[in-house]
């Protein structure tokens, strides 16, 4: 008999036009709000104007905070000095991930006397957090994080002594995940490339993590389904944008509820020293590295424990992208390989050498690679692995 859990999810309204029910999902909540968006994409649409003057109808009140880049645990503390004499009746997060991990992270501290320090993983006392959070509300308007769906806010702070670590907690899930679509409109190419290979590399280390259970797994399949159909056509402006728009909004919501219920693999591992040391977008480390640690991963599994059951899904992802069958795993795997390293290129995904990372800056990013996402990969892979991992996209 399998056995699972399943945490905690946020309400989904999901489809184009839904931003229209955020003014009486919000005034459901009290009068007063604060506003997180970044700081230009969406303010600078027709959707923001429409959106204050229905707040205004509703006799609401809002701040509005502006998140100009990865947040730092000192911006959010900062923010949450300036709006701690607020009674917010909810917080909205309008934006990419950078601004709803920052709404995310001052709804959980608004009302809690304590840094932000005091709660990331890993590099402070870790204390436990009990909440209350303020009622968060996510309204992804790139498709790429999922971090509508997740319980943590990942913050960082850039430099050769940085971090890039999570302030988790299923308090801060939130309430509402509002996912339209439509807002992909105003989403520039590179923007959807970084973050659709940010999708897709969430699905497939949830598939294949060490904590998948059959529900995930259905999820991350149907979630790759609409990957294979819509990244490159998106990225490319072809065919039925509302389709393809629709389709890697919806990849994208699906990789957060994967990923929070089963942490992820090397390539996020990866990611969060990177992200650290180097201005590298998160996006574009998943993109620039889902094909050679899709390969370390196969390679490894393959010589050490080849009766490893991630190998068949694997073998199922060569199939849904790849949209063939093949007769032997080997020629799956080759085929998988293939197109990932296809679409890095079709995509246009820098490598690492164009954010500063040189071959003497190896051992710092490995040696600060295993923290949580690296525990749930399917094979331990050695350091030697790893560096092969980041040598091939140096
Ligand atoms: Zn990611």
């Known amino acids: 008999?399998?056995?699972?859990?399943?945490?905690?999810?946020?309400?989904i309204e999901f489809g184009a036009g839904t931003l229209n029910k955020l003014p009486d999902i919000v005034a459901g909540y009290g009068r007063h709000v604060l506003l997180v968006t970044g700081a230009h994409s969406f303010i600078n649409t027709p959707h923001w104007q429409q959106l204050l003057n229905q707040f205004q109808q509703r006799n609401m009140t809002w701040l509005h905070a502006t998140i100009a880049e990865e947040p730092s645990p000192g911006k959010i503390d900062d923010l949450v000095k300036t709006y701690a004499g607020e009674d917010f009746a909810a917080i909205v997060g309008i934006g990419g991930g950078s601004a709803l991990d920052a709404a995310k992270a001052i709804a959980g501290l608004l009302r809690v006397r304590h840094p932000v320090m005091?709660?990331?993983e890993g590099v402070g006392p870790e204390l436990p957090y009990h909440g209350p959070a303020v009622p968060f509300i996510a309204v992804p308007t790139t498709a790429g994080?999922?971090?509508?769906?997740?319980?943590?806010?990942?913050?960082?702070?850039?430099?050769?002594?940085?971090?890039?670590?999570?302030?988790r907690h299923d308090k801060l899930v939130a309430e509402y995940a509002i996912v339209d679509p439509d807002l992909l409109t105003s989403c520039p190419p590179d923007v959807i490339a970084a973050n659709g290979?940010?999708?897709?590399?969430?699905?497939?280390?949830?598939y294949v993590s060490s904590r998948a259970n059959p529900l995930t797994d259905?999820?991350?399949?149907?979630?790759?389904?609409?990957?294979?159909?819509?990244?490159?056509?998106?990225?490319?402006?072809?065919?039925?944008?509302?389709?393809?728009?629709g389709n890697m909004a919806y990849?994208?919501?699906?990789?957060?509820?994967?990923?929070?219920?089963?942490?992820?693999?090397?390539?996020?591992?990866?990611?969060?020293?990177?992200?650290?040391?180097?201005?590298?977008?998160?996006?574009v480390v998943c993109g620039t590295l889902v094909a050679s640690a899709t390969k370390m991963n196969l390679h490894s599994m393959q010589t050490r424990e080849p009766d490893h059951p991630a190998l068949a899904k694997y073998r199922h992802v060569a199939e849904i992208l790849c949209q063939q069958s093949f007769s032997d795993a080997?020629?799956?795997?080759n085929a998988l390989i293939e197109l990932l390293v296809q679409w890095t290129e079709t995509l246009a995904l820098p490598r690492l050498s164009h954010y500063g990372l040189q071959s003497s800056g190896l051992d710092?990013?490995?040696?600060?690679?295993?923290?949580?996402?690296?525990?749930?990969?399917?094979?331990?892979?050695?350091?030697?692995?790893?560096?092969?991992?980041?040598?091939?996209?140096?």
């Not at 994080?145 to 302030?167: C, D, I, P, R």
């Not at 290979?197 to 949830?206: C, V, Y």
């Open 251 to 283: 990849a994208a919501l699906l990789s957060g509820i994967t990923l929070a219920q089963t942490g992820l693999g090397s390539v996020h591992g990866l990611a969060s020293p990177l992200g650290a040391f180097y201005p590298v977008p998160h996006g």
């Open 218 to 245: 259905a999820l991350a399949i149907s979630g790759l389904h609409a990957v294979r159909e819509s990244l490159v056509p998106l990225y490319r402006q072809q065919g039925d944008l509302p389709k393809h728009r």
């Open 330 to 333: 080997t020629a799956a795997f």
């Open 364 to 394: 710092h990013v490995i040696a600060n690679c295993r923290g949580s996402s690296m525990k749930t990969n399917p094979i331990v892979l050695t350091d030697g692995e790893i560096r092969q991992i980041l040598l091939e996209r140096l």
């Open 145 to 167: 994080t999922g971090s509508e769906a997740t319980k943590n806010a990942v913050l960082s702070v850039q430099g050769k002594h940085g971090f890039k670590k999570s302030f």
């Open 118 to 120: 005091d709660y990331l």
């Open 1 to 11: 008999m399998m056995i699972f859990s399943i945490a905690r999810l946020p309400r």
């Open 197 to 206: 290979m940010d999708a897709l590399t969430q699905l497939l280390e949830s």
